[in-house]
């Protein structure tokens, strides 16, 4: 079975504290994990039951949004319960980015719904305004960073508030009573939110003056301030190096586990999206190609498929039938071989579970196994000529 990262809580340091993972303690309402090797589609007997328990809190429709010629999104539907971390996978193009701002409110789709489910009973988003959008209740944060660069991060966690705001013009210029001590509770949250992110020393700082992974970091801050119950991330992990993107991942497992707000993400990041994510919508070319557990969309064809065509998928669906290791013939593997030595900085071979091949490439050992193609085949001579035993020597 594929190899999951330990994210532990940043509070495990604590006495008593116990450590968070995501694979091991799901939040309620997530679904189980389906036994490993189970063909795609197929769940745990429990899992239906499971994940229909849990209320939905957003149900898209048959959404279709088109530029021109273009369907950017192709009838999609899909549903995120209260509680889990549900991620959008796909290729660059896929129509990630467009489903979040048809939910946000930033584009106006041509046909379909999108129905959030609020204690008030279900409100429709589509056709309303994004900050009507966000007084219900959903915040986000976007791919490219968008901050007011020359304020300060407290100025801009503050700006996070502006629908809970009540005072008017009149009210913020006397600046007395009543406003000065709505002020001081939107602060509280704000300042709740700082020590939440650990940003205390950077309130005071202009945003335009903080380094790229301590912006995103800013941009989280500022949604969270909204008090959200559906947080949507638009690859807030993206650019970052692996210590900072290990910060991000703990901090939106806090977010949905102590925070119990409804997350959903798009990352490229395959192996940060399967530690993460209670469900995984697939999208390509606009289209929703499945939506299932993290083992049921690793191993499914038509995922492959959209990361490395029909001919990669008969690659891998030769290699993973001769081939035990962990992460050979899955989705996970094929993604994380495309960029792992960009976004992990390991090895591409390694992440399809032939690590040992490319250790050992180049050198032979007194067996003379050479690099994994049998004892005996003196393939370690041929790749590394001056460096075999004396047993395979030409006799003079």
């Avoid at 959404?63 to 319960?81: C, I, M, N, P």
């Avoid at 008969?314 to 495309?338: K, N, Q, R, W, Y």
Wanted: hydrophobic residues 35%; aromatic residues 4%; charged residues 25%.
């Amino acid at each position: 079975m594929p190899r999951r990262r330990v994210l532990p809580s940043r509070r495990s340091s604590a006495p008593g504290a116990a450590t968070v993972v995501k694979g091991a303690a799901s939040p309620a309402g997530s679904a189980p994990k389906a036994e490993p090797g189970a063909p795609a589609g197929a769940t745990a007997p429990s899992a239906p039951t499971a994940r229909d328990a849990a209320p939905k809190l957003l149900e898209v429709s048959s959404l279709e949004l088109r530029f021109g010629g273009v369907k950017a999104l192709d009838d999609v539907s899909l549903d995120v319960r209260r509680g889990e971390i549900f991620a959008v996978i796909g290729p660059n193009g896929a129509g990630k980015t467009s489903l979040l701002n048809s939910i946000s409110g930033l584009y106006r789709p041509q046909s379909g719904e999108v129905v959030l489910h609020t204690e008030e009973g279900p409100r429709r988003l589509s056709g309303l305004a994004p900050h009507a959008i966000a007084r219900l209740g959903v915040a986000r944060s976007f791919q490219n960073i968008e901050l007011f660069r020359h304020m300060t991060v407290l100025d801009n966690l503050m700006l996070g508030r502006h629908v809970h705001i009540k005072g008017g013009v009149v009210r913020c210029g006397i600046y007395w009573g009543a406003q000065r001590r709505e002020e001081i509770r939107h602060r509280r949250v704000v300042e709740e939110v700082i020590d939440f992110l650990e940003i205390q020393a950077l309130r005071e700082r202009t945003v335009g003056t903080l380094a790229y992974g301590l912006q995103k970091r800013v941009e989280l801050a500022r949604a969270l301030a909204l008090e959200p119950e559906l947080l949507l991330l638009d690859e807030p992990m993206a650019g970052m190096n692996v210590e900072e993107k290990e910060d991000i991942a703990r901090f939106v497992l806090d977010i949905n586990q102590e925070r119990g707000t409804t997350v959903v993400l798009i990352e490229h990041d395959m192996g940060v999206v399967m530690d993460l994510s209670d469900q995984i919508a697939v999208l390509d070319f606009g289209r929703n190609l499945g939506t299932g557990t993290p083992e049921q969309i690793r191993r499914d064809p038509a995922v492959i498929r959209a990361y490395l065509g029909e001919a990669g998928e008969a690659l891998i669906a030769g290699e993973s039938s001769g081939d035990a290791g962990a992460g050979g013939g899955t989705a996970e593997g094929v993604a994380a071989t495309a960029n792992a030595g960009a976004a992990q900085g390991e090895s591409a071979s390694a992440s399809t579970g032939r690590g040992s091949d490319s250790a050992n490439r180049g050198s032979s050992d007194d067996s003379g196994s050479g690099s994994g193609s049998g004892p005996g085949s003196g393939s370690g001579s041929s790749s590394t000529p001056g460096n075999t035993d004396d047993s395979r020597a030409p006799k003079p």
